[in-house]
């Protein structure tokens, strides 16, 4: 079971998880083995990784403050039925987290999925049916996001890539982000997690 610790952030308590894929009963044999491979390189097209566990990936047009979701569109032509959705107006290192961050659902929520035909825990309607992008449906959808966005950690910045590369760079943020083609927000996510800051 992945290690897990609270952290106060903002006055609310937030799950945060050093996650492994390996020790993560959600995840099957053959997806482990895939993002086994994906974890062993840092040239790895997470594009082509989410094709591989049976998603398609298509840029959209999506509003300033969405980064993307799931959707369930069978005639897409997706071996699962499902297709990621990120927003074309997002930096490359953006839309490859939010990639990563959709897998993650993907593989570890997939049970959640039954029955939805979207996935996008930010998005809540009002009672008089408008959106409000800041809020999530239900408090399961918090611990959702937290593992989705941990998974993505993990995924494009593995432990065994990233700890050598932290020392070798001497914990240079922006060194460390253009080596992974991530954001400097997201190594500092990874860094917190892995208790290196």
């Given at each position: 079971?992945?290690?897990v610790q609270l952290v106060r952030c903002d006055d609310r308590v937030q799950l945060m998880r050093g996650f492994?894929?390996?020790g993560d009963p959600r995840i099957?044999?053959?997806q482990r083995t895939k993002l086994r491979v994906f974890c062993s390189a840092l040239d790895g097209n997470v594009v082509h990784l989410a094709n591989d566990l049976g998603l398609k990936v298509f840029e959209e047009d999506l509003l300033p403050y969405e980064r993307g979701f799931l959707e369930k569109a069978p005639s897409l032509g997706s071996q699962s039925g499902w297709v990621v959705r990120i927003n074309r107006r997002d930096r490359p290192e953006t839309q490859k987290f939010t990639i990563a961050h959709e897998v993650g659902h993907f593989v570890l929520h997939g049970a959640r999925l039954e029955g939805l035909d979207a996935l996008d825990g930010r998005v809540n309607r009002s009672t008089e049916g408008s959106l409000d992008p800041f809020s999530y449906l239900e408090d399961r959808d918090?611990?959702?996001e937290s593992e989705a966005n941990s998974f993505a950690a993990a995924l494009l910045m593995p432990k065994n890539?990233?700890?050598?590369?932290?020392?070798r760079l001497s914990g240079d943020v922006d060194a460390i982000a253009r080596l992974f083609a991530v954001s400097d927000s997201a190594?500092?996510?990874?860094?917190?997690e892995l208790g290196l800051r």
């Open positions: 079971m992945p290690e492994s894929f390996k099957a044999d053959w918090r611990v959702m890539l990233f700890e050598p590369a932290f020392n190594v500092g996510r990874r860094l917190r």
